[in-house]
């Protein structure tokens, strides 16, 4: 034979190549499978670059992890200014450090409680089953939000709301104090106090939280750990009967509504989970799966989320 690779170097390389992709397809599936973390098989890939961590690709790692679909790794990757045809044993020293910074953030912490984010378009019946969660699953605490705008009969604060006044607000928002906010119908504003959270997440309690999707990308940002999740409609048609049903829109609004409905629903692979919304003690037994909260807790029940 002359010139080329000889047959059997050839076949070696062909069975090395194979077993690679097993070793590399095993690696996924035992993050997928909870085996081991994404971070450990960084940490491995960067101790020894023969090991066959070294050369997954980061988007594998990434896609592997519970949630992560194709547009959050996307996301992601463009943050930590990662390219996608990179493998982790070829990361530079500081693309190590963001990565490596990234994960740690998702890495559960034993004996700390999960946040998760409750989100969807609207009438999709996020305060429905968060209703349902708060009635039947007492661990769970539905966080209280913080508002500038008065009580209404029946209101107290602390229970529904936290009512303060602009000044106050205002100040929440210079210290941190709020893992997100927003104005509400050039009206009122409305947020999500952190200290309650971070007190309840250190002491073991799961907390739910219910708002909208801007708030949902401000909690991802201040906290990359939260689980964020997607309340979907079982199809369009029925999203559109469950609003126009309401009979509290004008025609107009409803309108104005399912065209906001329609941009919201395609935010929807920016979202770690999807939960679809056809039964709603089913949806609501999805979330309390991924809160991990036990059933039948003897804990004391959260208080009231507070719809915006």
Same mark, same amino acid.
């Given at each position: #034979?002359?010139?080329?690779?000889?047959?059997?170097?050839?076949?070696?390389?062909?069975?090395a190549?194979?077993?690679?992709?097993? $070793?590399?397809?095993?690696? %996924?599936?035992?993050?997928?499978?909870?085996?081991?973390?994404a971070?450990?098989?960084?940490?491995? $890939?960067?101790?020894?670059?023969?090991?066959?961590?070294?050369?997954?690709?980061?988007?594998?790692?990434?896609?592997? #992890?519970?949630?992560?679909?194709?547009?959050?790794?996307? /996301?992601?990757?463009?943050?930590?200014?990662?390219?996608?045809? %990179?493998? !982790?044993?070829?990361?530079?020293?500081?693309?190590?450090?963001?990565?490596?910074?990234?994960?740690?953030?998702?890495?559960?912490? @034993?004996?700390?409680?999960?946040?998760?984010?409750?989100?969807?378009?609207?009438?999709?019946? %996020?305060?429905?089953?968060?209703? +349902? =969660?708060?009635?039947?699953?007492?661990?769970?605490? !539905?966080?209280?939000?913080?508002?500038?705008?008065?009580?209404?009969?029946?209101?107290?604060?602390?229970?529904? +709301?936290?009512f303060?006044?602009?000044?106050?607000?205002?100040? #929440? =928002?210079?210290?941190?104090?709020?893992?997100?906010? $927003?104005?509400?119908?050039?009206?009122?504003?409305?947020?999500?106090?952190?200290?309650?959270v971070?007190?309840? !997440?250190?002491?073991?309690?799961?907390?739910?939280?219910?708002?909208?999707?801007?708030g949902?990308?401000?909690?991802?940002?201040? #906290?990359?750990?939260? !689980?964020?999740?997607?309340?979907?409609? @079982?199809?369009?048609?029925?999203?559109?009967?469950?609003?126009?049903?309401?009979?509290?829109?004008? @025609?107009?609004?409803?309108?104005?509504?399912? /065209?906001?409905?329609?941009?919201?629903?395609?935010?929807?692979?920016?979202?770690?989970?999807?939960?679809?919304?056809?039964?709603?003690?089913?949806?609501?037994?999805?979330?309390?799966?991924?809160?991990?909260?036990?059933?039948?807790?003897?804990?004391?029940?959260?208080?009231?989320g507070?719809?915006?």
């Amino acid at each position: #034979m002359t010139g080329g690779m000889p047959e059997v170097d050839r076949a070696a390389a062909s069975r090395a190549a194979v077993a690679a992709r097993q $070793a590399r397809a095993q690696i %996924k599936q035992s993050v997928r499978g909870s085996e081991r973390t994404a971070l450990d098989v960084a940490e491995t $890939a960067w101790r020894d670059g023969t090991r066959p961590e070294a050369g997954l690709r980061v988007p594998e790692l990434l896609g592997a #992890m519970r949630g992560l679909g194709p547009a959050r790794v996307a /996301d992601v990757l463009d943050r930590l200014r990662i390219s996608p045809v %990179k493998r !982790l044993g070829g990361l530079g020293p500081q693309q190590r450090d963001r990565l490596r910074e990234w994960l740690r953030a998702r890495v559960s912490v @034993p004996g700390r409680g999960r946040l998760v984010v409750l989100a969807g378009p609207t009438a999709v019946g %996020k305060g429905t089953v968060a209703g +349902y =969660i708060r009635e039947h699953h007492p661990d769970v605490l !539905l966080s209280v939000s913080a508002t500038t705008r008065a009580p209404r009969p029946g209101e107290h604060d602390g229970v529904h +709301y936290y009512f303060v006044d602009d000044e106050a607000f205002d100040g #929440m =928002i210079e210290r941190g104090e709020l893992l997100e906010w $927003a104005t509400v119908h050039n009206a009122s504003r409305y947020g999500t106090p952190r200290p309650p959270v971070d007190a309840a !997440l250190d002491a073991g309690r799961s907390v739910l939280l219910e708002i909208d999707l801007q708030g949902a990308r401000q909690v991802r940002a201040a #906290m990359p750990e939260a !689980l964020l999740v997607f309340l979907l409609p @079982p199809n369009w048609e029925e999203l559109v009967r469950r609003l126009v049903g309401r009979g509290t829109e004008s @025609p107009e609004e409803q309108s104005r509504r399912l /065209d906001t409905a329609r941009v919201e629903l395609a935010a929807q692979d920016e979202f770690d989970e999807l939960v679809v919304n056809d039964d709603v003690r089913r949806a609501a037994q999805e979330v309390v799966d991924l809160l991990a909260v036990p059933s039948g807790g003897a804990r004391p029940a959260g208080r009231a989320g507070s719809a915006r």
